[in-house]
């Protein structure tokens, strides 16, 4: 059984940091590329940052371009999201999925987690 299990939302205050991992089990984390999207309440899922399978390739959404990095380690089975100056707008439920190719299109994903959720107070 596939699973995706996100860790380390929480509250913040705007300009701090925080470090969400998503642990895969039931799968070999290095056959997938991995992604972070978020959602709040009544919009769709966006994207936030891409890792391909061996990591050398990234790709994030404009907006947090320069304030967030995407790494995984597939020894672990692991990726994790550093989120730096954060802002209010950054609020929302965090999810890591996997998928066979390099796309950022939600419906694409094979597998995702519960989400975790991060909140940036002003």
């Known amino acids: 059984q596939v699973q995706l299990v996100e860790s380390g939302g929480g509250l913040v205050q705007a300009g701090g940091s925080l470090r969400l991992s998503c642990a895969a089990s039931?799968?070999?984390?290095?056959?997938?590329?991995l992604g972070w999207f978020r959602q709040v309440p009544g919009k769709v899922r966006e994207f936030v940052a891409i890792?391909?399978?061996?990591?050398?390739?990234?790709r994030y959404v404009d907006s947090v371009k320069g304030r967030f990095i995407i790494s995984r380690d597939n020894a672990k089975n692991t990726v994790v999201l550093q989120m730096n100056s954060l802002k209010p707008d950054d609020t929302a439920v965090y999810f890591c999925?996997?998928?066979?190719?390099?796309?950022?299109?939600?419906?694409?994903?094979?597998?995702w987690g519960q989400g975790t959720q991060v909140t940036v107070s002003s």
């Open positions: 039931g799968l070999t984390s290095s056959n997938y590329v």
């Open positions: 999925g996997a998928v066979a190719i390099f796309v950022v299109e939600s419906s694409k994903y094979e597998y």
């Open positions: 890792i391909s399978r061996s990591g050398d390739s990234t």
